[in-house]
């Protein structure tokens, strides 16, 4: 399993045009369950029997799933450490006709996951990529947390070191003070919980928060309260399974009076008033009626 960083690059668009067709795609991003084997899809499974063979994020662990499902397609691997390099050989072979399908170890490939850069390359060779959707830490976690579900911003892992850790919370919370209000996903190891948390509790404040655990499996547990309370929890107990931190948004009163008019007159340079101030509304999570007289206000002309 990888913290995918080159996932974090700025992307420039792919020049491929070619629309993507679900029919014959040459390469397949396949779904695999979190936890549970049972959340694999008739799809999933579907696809992984058709293809010409499984690239897997480590084969021993895919065999496990593979062989629950009776499913006996040969497989390679793809992780991190050879992903790169193997691109130029799985192109070629996918452009002589063979179909790949692509799972990581549990969830959506690609989310914290190998197979970003496969799948840039492929698109950008105009092959035909197409994916099978299923379970995923990060929308199930933050659906169970009881925090507003859009907008959202799914942050990964972060550093494991306590410096570049809070850079990266830090990061966050100066895009907050930007205007930026939405629910934050984290995906973390239970050894680095405690610290995590402490940091966050930091950075963040006491708002609303959610320790989403070992979800889909038996000792599933969702634990909300506001951040400072978890950090002091997990302080004095110990996490363990896997684990997603949701971090409730920023609280209206940190879109200041002139994050809010600059704000708006970005938005009324190419919307209506009424448009600008409900993108404005949601993107600050300030009151619509608020926000709608502030726009009416500056979009008046002056006398
Ligand atoms: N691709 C996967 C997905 O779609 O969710 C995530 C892979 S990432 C390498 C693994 C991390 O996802 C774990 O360390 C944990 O933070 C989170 N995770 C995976 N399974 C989980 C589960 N059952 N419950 C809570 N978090 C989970």
Do not use: W
């Not at 379970?135 to 859009?150: E, F, K, M, Y």
Request: charge should be neutral; proline fraction near 9%; aromatic fraction near 4%.
């Amino acid at each position: 399993m990888t913290n995918e960083t080159s996932a974090n690059q700025p992307p420039t668009p792919p020049t491929s045009n070619r629309v993507s067709s679900p029919s014959i795609p040459a390469l397949m991003l396949v779904s695999t369950p979190i936890g549970n084997l049972a959340d694999f899809s008739p799809r999933a499974r579907e696809a992984l029997c058709a293809a010409s063979a499984i690239l897997c994020e480590d084969t021993r662990t895919s065999a496990v799933l593979l062989r629950a499902h009776g499913i006996t397609t040969r497989t390679f691997a793809l992780h991190e450490h050879n992903e790169s390099a193997r691109i130029p050989e799985l192109l070629a072979a996918m452009q002589a006709g063979q179909h790949f399908a692509l799972i990581s170890d549990a969830g959506t490939p690609l989310v914290s996951d190998p197979g970003y850069r496969l799948t840039r390359a492929a698109i950008e060779a105009g092959l035909s990529v197409s994916g099978i959707p299923g379970p995923n830490a990060a929308v199930l976690a933050l659906t169970l947390s009881g925090l507003p579900p859009q907008p959202f911003l799914f942050a990964g892992f972060t550093p494991p070191k306590s410096g570049p850790r809070r850079s990266a919370l830090q990061a966050c919370r100066a895009a907050e003070m930007a205007g930026l209000s939405a629910t934050l996903i984290f995906y973390e190891a239970p050894h680095r919980l405690a610290a995590f948390l402490a940091d966050a509790a930091a950075i963040f404040g006491p708002r609303p928060a959610a320790v989403a655990r070992e979800l889909t499996k038996h000792f599933e547990e969702v634990r909300r309260a506001p951040l400072d309370e978890l950090a002091a929890h997990y302080s004095t107990h110990e996490a363990r399974g896997e684990i997603c931190v949701v971090i409730g948004p920023a609280p209206a009163e940190s879109a200041s009076a002139q994050t809010l008019e600059d704000a708006l007159r970005t938005a009324l340079a190419t919307l209506s008033v009424k448009d600008a101030a409900a993108a404005v509304a949601t993107a600050l999570g300030l009151p619509r009626k608020q926000v709608y007289q502030t726009a009416l206000a500056l979009a008046r002309p002056t006398p």
